[in-house]
């Protein structure tokens, strides 16, 4: 008896929390919810990348961006990540390719020193131009999760739970498509960042 | 009778709790070292292993309107008409409204109404951090009970709070008469606050039924079913969640201040 009083309870108070914040429980950042404003370039952070240089995200304005974000020491699921955005990558034209970033983001913010993503980009052999493995400070690593709309939480073990997302950003850093889960079909995102690179062109 | 099974050393003043709202001068600013630790998360992570935590520095209370005020002076782009919606949904600082700068409403309330990358850029702009879900879970249970019933008075008015938050009437920071046993202020009482993995993974799992509940409520101790109703809480937020009860306060590496220190 006591124990259904409880859970009766629990959900009220549950209920009451909730209610309050319904009107603004939406989604963080689905790929309908479009516009200017919604730029990941209003994240004014510094990275750094494999090559020791330091960026910012604005450095990429301009052209579509393949982000990722992964963990070196992750042996399982983060090399087929990354296969991925090389799989997506690698099926655009070679003219498109030029132009189009790929920023590989470590949220192993301890571990993943620019040295090791160094090390780690040339295990992948994907120390090429175009590729950046990059790092920040954890606040702001935390900060483009949260816009991307990927989840991570170190466990116990040292190894992260996270979500397996590739996010294609347009010229102002918009998210125009996101793939969700590994293996999956790129032939949409392709199209996508082809046609935002002959927009571009046309204008 | 086994509610203190798992309760952690400190003390409660469950008297200055029974005397109801005691206005006390707001500590803004000050933070203490939380030393090193573990606890039992209500999070079926790895069943009965205690979580480990690393010592840290947290500040003794919520951040105020008057602090906020003072980062937006210096960050425009983080005030209420400037803020790419981005981060924030539209009720950001909503309780702020009329007010202008020279003029802030409760300067010594905890400041609500921010978005979970408001609250961030915050604590970054002062060198520190959002306390991870784990430090302030820790930091929370870090008291300690006279007694059995002591404990269970406790347990049983965090339910009442939990289940009536009254947005209206949220007091000044440090006026709930709550603190554990290092200080640190209103963790339970007074706002909910923003954590920086507010969301775990594993929480996508987890959802409002009875079987949640009944494996949240294996822990037995005092602040289970709290602490089972925040993380259900959190779950439904979004970084741009706006909340007239949720706030903040910040953490910072040990290393940070010992450099502070020293350069002082």
């Not at chain 1, 330091?54 to 579509?64: C, K, Q």
């Not at chain 2, 400190?10 to 000050?30: C, S, Y």
């Not at chain 2, 003794?60 to 983080?78: G, I, P």
């Not at chain 2, 702009?125 to 059995?148: C, H, K, V």
């Amino acid at each position: 008896m006591k124990k259904i009083f409880l859970i009766a309870l629990f959900s009220l108070a549950a209920t009451s929390l909730l209610a309050q914040h319904n009107h603004s429980s939406d989604s963080a950042l689905s790929t309908t919810e479009i516009n200017s404003e919604h730029s990941l370039y209003h994240l004014n952070a510094e990275w750094t990348d494999h090559r020791g240089e330091t960026l910012s995200l604005t450095d990429f304005r301009g052209a579509p961006v393949i982000v990722v974000m992964f963990y070196g020491n992750c042996t399982d699921v983060c090399p087929i990540l990354i296969q991925d955005a090389w799989r997506l990558y690698s099926s655009l034209e070679k003219s498109v390719q030029k132009d189009v970033n790929v920023l590989a983001v470590s949220f192993d913010t301890e571990n993943d020193t620019p040295k090791v993503l160094q090390e780690y980009a040339e295990y992948e052999q994907l120390d090429i131009p175009g590729w950046h493995f990059m790092t920040a400070d954890n606040a702001n690593v935390r900060t483009l999760a949260m816009m991307l709309g990927v989840q991570y939480s170190k466990k116990s073990d040292g190894h992260f739970a996270h979500s397996n997302l590739i996010t294609v950003l347009d010229e102002e850093g918009r998210i125009a498509q996101r793939i969700e889960g590994l293996n999956q079909p790129m032939d949409k995102a392709t199209k996508m960042i082809e046609s935002i690179i002959s927009n571009k062109d046309k204008r | 009778m086994n509610i203190l099974t798992n309760i952690a050393p400190v003390k409660i003043m469950l008297a200055t709790l029974a005397a109801g709202i005691v206005l006390l001068p707001a500590m803004a600013g000050a933070q203490v070292l939380v030393p090193s630790g573990s606890f039992h998360s209500v999070m079926p992570e790895v069943k009965g292993e205690p979580v480990k935590v690393d010592s840290f520095y947290l500040d003794t209370t919520a951040v105020t309107n008057k602090k906020y005020n003072e980062f937006l002076q210096d960050h425009e782009d983080w005030q209420p008409q400037n803020i790419p919606s981005i981060f924030a949904h539209k009720g950001y600082l909503k309780s702020w409204k009329n007010a202008n700068s020279d003029d802030i409403v409760n300067p010594d309330h905890p400041v609500t109404n921010v978005s979970w990358y408001a609250a961030n850029t915050y604590c970054q702009s002062i060198g520190g951090r959002l306390p991870t879900l784990n430090e302030w879970e820790y930091s929370a249970q870090l008291m300690d009970f006279d007694s059995p019933s002591d404990a269970q008075e406790f347990a049983s008015r965090l339910m009442s709070w939990y289940s009536t938050v009254d947005n209206e009437n949220i007091g000044a920071v440090g006026s709930s008469g709550i603190e554990n046993s290092h200080g640190i202020k209103d963790q339970f009482g007074l706002i909910m606050e923003w954590v920086e993995d507010f969301k775990p993974v594993i929480a996508n799992d987890l959802s409002l039924d009875c079987g949640t509940v009944g494996r949240m409520q294996q822990l037995g101790n005092a602040y289970s079913y709290a602490a089972s109703i925040r993380y259900i809480t959190r779950m439904s937020f979004t970084p741009k969640s706006t909340n007239s009860t949720v706030g903040f306060r910040c953490a910072y590496d040990v290393e940070k201040i010992t450099e502070k220190e020293a350069s002082l």
